[in-house]
Structures are given as C-alpha cells and as structure tokens.
C-alpha cells in the first residue's frame, strides 16, 4: 500500500470563520503544480479522504481533477487526524491501493512521523509518500519521498 499525505495549499486569512478560509490564488495555483507533478509521477490514488475545512477540500478537489478522480470529505482527516484514523480509512482496501489524506498541520506531518519514525514538519502545500505499511502503523513505514511547494514550482521553471 502507497500512502500520500497532503497538507492544504496556502489559505487566506481572512474568512468568516477558520473552516470557511479559502485557498489564495498563489495557493490555487501552487496546488494546481503538484497535482500535474503527481499525475506525471504516475500517482494513481484509489481513493482521496480530504479534511471538511474548505482549503483542503479545496486542495483535495483540484487534486482529485487533475488525477481523474473524486476526492471524499471525512472528518476523520481534521485536525484531530492520527495513526489509527488512517489505518482505518485505509481498511477494506488491497496491498496495490494508494490512499492520499489531505488534511493539516500539525496532525499530517504527526501521523508520518509516527509510522516512520523520520522527523518532518509538512509545510503548506507539501506532500509525503509512504510505502510498506504494516499494522498497526508504528514505525514500520517508509518515508519514499516529499515534495514541498518550492521543489515543485522549480519543476515548472523547467
């Protein structure tokens, strides 16, 4: 099973309330280049939780179009997101599945520590992949690799 943990893209804000703050144009833009760097990277997601706050459903939805796919709100993927949360989102599905979470800090950036063990700190709009996940999700996994916003802008410099 292949993992991907997204944290949103950058948020304005100002917005009536903390889970009405939406993407800014820079961040629309920005999460717009990792989702064409995931699908050129042959990210196949089988499925895509996205925390209900609206930058990430955002992120997660535009993510979801560039890969020709639907993205679905869970709440499990809010702020109080952990291990066991995505260890059961991820149940019922097979070894080949790739499970993408989008959600925010400091829970995604938590969770990958937490089944890797490697210390890292998601900045806005980066994704992690993590591969060779073993129940129950305690230092088992593979940290195989993360993109933050400013490696995948230079990608498009080129």
């Known amino acids: ?30 999460v717009k280049h990792m989702a064409q760097v995931l699908h050129k990277a042959g ?23 560039e890969l020709g796919i639907d993205a679905e709100i869970n709440a499990a993927c809010n702020f109080s997101f952990n291990a066991a949360a995505a260890l059961q989102l991820c149940s019922g599905f097979d070894d080949e599945a790739e499970i993408m979470f989008v959600g925010h800090n400091p829970s995604m950036s938590d ?5 890797t063990g490697a210390s890292v700190q998601l900045s806005t709009g980066a994704v992690v992949c993590v591969t060779n996940i073993y129940p129950p999700m305690t230092r088992g996994a593979t940290l195989k690799w993360l993109l933050t916003p400013k490696v995948i802008d230079a990608i498009f410099l080129e």
């Open 1 to 30: 099973m292949k993992l991907y943990f997204v944290r949103h893209g950058k948020a304005s804000q100002v917005a009536p309330s903390d889970a009405e703050r939406p993407l800014t144009s820079g961040g629309v833009e920005s």
């Open 43 to 65: 990210c196949h997601p089988t499925k895509i939780y996205s925390s209900p706050r609206l930058r990430a459903s955002q992120t997660a939805h535009l993510i979801a179009d």
């Open 111 to 115: 969770v990958v520590e937490s089944i």
